[in-house]
């Protein structure tokens, strides 16, 4: 693993739609929450980047997926029981209404951000473990990124942190996968 000053935990979709109450809502996806909040305030980052879903109400995604994180609404917003602070940097995904984007890296400013803060190993949670924190793995690999997913820090659709074949899908792709412990006995 990289040394203290090169590793930034990046949080995708942890918003209130993809929680509970919408046609996106993911199940049990609420109990990655206490994970993700102590790996938010583990001095073992560097940084904590969080990546939103963010829809105008025509967005064509809705088409697949059904109407969820429109800009400013309840479900766009983190839910309450996250930790955030003003030192959490919030990229945005999703914004053009004529592309339906996945990965983070979508965004054309993370990229740049994670570079100007010399960052060399990025840390993986959120929602959904099989789209968009896949998405975004795949890309920071292809960046050159040492990429990690933590995986009792996410929740899939349609696969589980338990899953092997996926777990083995991960490490063809470079993609490293930890638990929220093997973080915080680092410590």
């Not at 999703?94 to 990025?122: C, H, R």
């Amino acid at each position: 693993m990289a040394n203290l000053s090169s590793k930034a935990l990046i949080r995708v979709d942890i918003q209130n739609d993809f929680l509970a109450n919408s046609s996106v809502a993911i199940a049990r996806a609420q109990e990655i929450i206490p994970n993700v909040n102590e790996l938010s305030c583990n001095s073992f980052f560097k940084l904590v980047v969080d990546i939103r879903d963010c829809h105008k109400p025509t967005h064509k995604s809705f088409a697949k997926w059904g109407q969820h994180c429109i800009e400013g609404s309840y479900g766009y917003n983190p839910p309450s029981t996250l930790y955030v602070n003003s030192n959490i940097k919030l990229f945005h995904k999703g914004m053009d209404d004529k592309v339906d984007t996945l990965s983070g890296f979508e965004n054309p400013e993370l990229l740049p951000y994670l570079l100007a803060q010399k960052i060399q190993s990025i840390y993986i949670v959120g929602l959904a473990l099989d789209f968009c924190v896949l998405s975004t793995a795949i890309d920071a690999v292809k960046y050159n990124f040492a990429t990690y997913i933590i995986l009792d820090a996410c929740k899939g659709i349609n696969v589980n942190m338990d899953n092997l074949t996926f777990q083995k899908k991960l490490a063809s792709q470079g993609i490293k996968t930890l638990k929220t412990a093997d973080i915080l006995s680092l410590k």
